[in-house]
Structures are given as structure tokens and as C-alpha cells.
């Protein structure tokens, strides 16, 4: 992918954004000589978000010096209305009062005081979550910053929508005594969903014993596999966190697969 949107719509080879006035998009991807970038406040609605590069993403399998997560919260800053903190330009403005005039951006991870731009004592500020410095050497935002960044959220501001995002709220499930699945062979029925502590499962009839039952979370990671060995039988979830798992079985032709909300 280059500097491009085309990323952002499955009608080019992406995926199309969720809705921006209530959801953060972010796309990754394999990006041709960038670590990532972002749209700014006001952008079109369906290429709102910011777009990083698969290597750069998150701490897991990312690839140093961006291993840390930082280029997110660098892109997210953008999302936000920040500049980068030299302004874009040689001793630039980046309309945040408490960050020092700076020349240009940094590379690497220095290691001591810097000053450009006639900014005597306070120095370039190199450690700034908008300069692009490596990720071990990023480590704040200043007041300034963040006072721009919460403007948005506020009355009027153009990310004000975010505070009735459904995503910053419980799930929206009802609670129904039971889900019923069925197959070829019978009737296989569990309940509660959602579930807190414990699910029960009746299987329908005793075909089922001596059989496999698993329990997948989203990322397509076994949780649970346990044998089946009894008609109606009970699930301890204790041990799983919050969130979507899917439950698995085969029976020769009979076959499982549904999804279970653990709360």
C-alpha cells in the first residue's frame, strides 16, 4: 500500500471503515516506505482513521526500533488535531504553546540534550510522541498537547460524538435462558448466553459422549477442550476472561459451531 487511501475501501482490496463519528478505524497493512499515517480532524467520514504498517503494529511480532506501539499513538495524535512538534517546516509551529521551537524531526534515540531553533535551556524535545524518535525513546505529550487533543471531545468539537460511542459501552446483548442449535442428528442447547460463571450444555441425546468440545476465543486460540461425558453437562468459565468465544463439536455429520458471550 503507498501514502493512499485505497486501504480503506473493499472495493479497492481494503476493508471499509466502521463509522467515524463513533469508532476509531485503523487499518494495517503493508506499507511501501512508511511506518504509518493518519487523517486529521474534519476528513471525509469514510477515510477517517489512521493506517499503519503490519511491522509497526502493536508490541507482538513488530519489529524494532517500532516495536513498542508508539506509532499508533504518534498517528492517533494526528487523529487528534497535533502537529508533528517542529511544525512541519524548519523551526515550524506546531500551535501548542509548551513545546519547545525544534528544527527538524528526530531519528534514532538520543541520549543527550539537543537545541535548535534558539530554544536555549528547554531544548528540542526529541522525547515527544510527535517528533520520530524510536519507540523506546518516546515517552510523553505535554499539557498543551493533551488540553488540544480533550478540545475535541467537548461540546461542539468534531470528535463530541465518541462520548455516545457504543463501543465505550457493555455490550448490547440480551439475556435469553437458552440457544438452540440444530443439526442433523438432534437438538444441542446451552444456556445462559450470556454467561458469567458457568454454561450448561444438553446435548440432545448420548451420541455425544466420548466426544471433543472446544471453546475458541476470537483470535482463533483454543481456551477450553474438554470430552464430553454426560447428556447435559456443565462448563466452569471462571478462568476465561470477558469477551466472544465460539463453541465447537463434531459428531460425524452433526457439527457445533456457535458463539458464546462470556460477561
Not at 487533543?149 to 461540546?155: G, N, R, T, Y
Not at 470430552?227 to 470477558?242: A, E, R, Y
Amino acid at each position: 500500500w503507498m501514502l493512499e487511501d485505497k486501504i480503506k475501501f473493499s472495493s479497492q482490496g481494503g476493508d471499509n471503515a466502521w463509522d467515524s463519528r463513533f469508532y476509531l478505524n485503523i487499518w494495517t497493512g503493508n506499507l511501501f516506505g512508511l511506518l504509518g499515517f493518519s487523517s486529521t480532524p474534519g476528513s471525509a467520514a469514510d477515510k477517517d482513521g489512521i493506517v499503519i504498517h503490519y511491522s509497526s503494529f502493536g508490541t507482538i511480532g513488530a519489529l524494532p526500533p517500532y516495536e513498542l506501539g508508539r506509532t499508533v499513538v504518534h498517528e492517533v495524535g494526528h487523529w487528534l488535531g497535533l502537529k508533528h512538534i517542529w511544525g512541519d517546516t524548519y523551526c515550524g509551529d506546531d500551535m501548542v504553546d509548551d513545546t519547545p521551537k525544534q528544527g527538524n524531526f528526530t531519528s534514532g534515540c538520543p541520549t543527550s540534550f539537543r537545541s535548535s531553533c534558539n530554544n536555549g535551556t528547554l531544548g528540542d524535545m526529541y522525547m515527544n510522541y510527535m517528533d520520530y524518535t524510536s519507540d523506546a525513546c518516546m515517552n510523553l505529550f505535554t499539557k498543551g498537547q493533551k488540553s488540544r487533543m480533550l478540545s475535541l471531545f467537548k461540546e461542539g468539537g468534531i470528535r463530541n460524538s465518541f462520548l455516545s460511542s457504543k463501543g465505550m459501552s457493555n455490550p448490547w446483548v440480551v439475556e435469553t435462558p437458552e440457544v438452540v442449535v440444530r443439526d442433523e442428528q438432534g437438538v444441542f442447547t446451552y444456556y445462559p448466553n450470556p454467561a458469567t460463571n458457568q454454561i450448561v450444555l444438553n446435548f440432545g441425546d448420548l451420541s455425544w459422549m466420548g466426544k471433543t468440545l472446544t471453546i475458541i476465543n476470537i483470535n482463533g486460540s483454543v481456551q477450553m477442550q474438554l470430552t464430553i461425558t454426560s447428556k447435559m453437562q456443565k462448563i466452569d468459565l471462571t478462568h476465561l476472561s470477558k469477551g466472544i468465544y465460539f463453541i465447537r463439536g463434531v459428531n460425524g455429520s452433526s457439527k457445533i459451531n456457535d458463539k458464546l458471550m462470556k460477561l
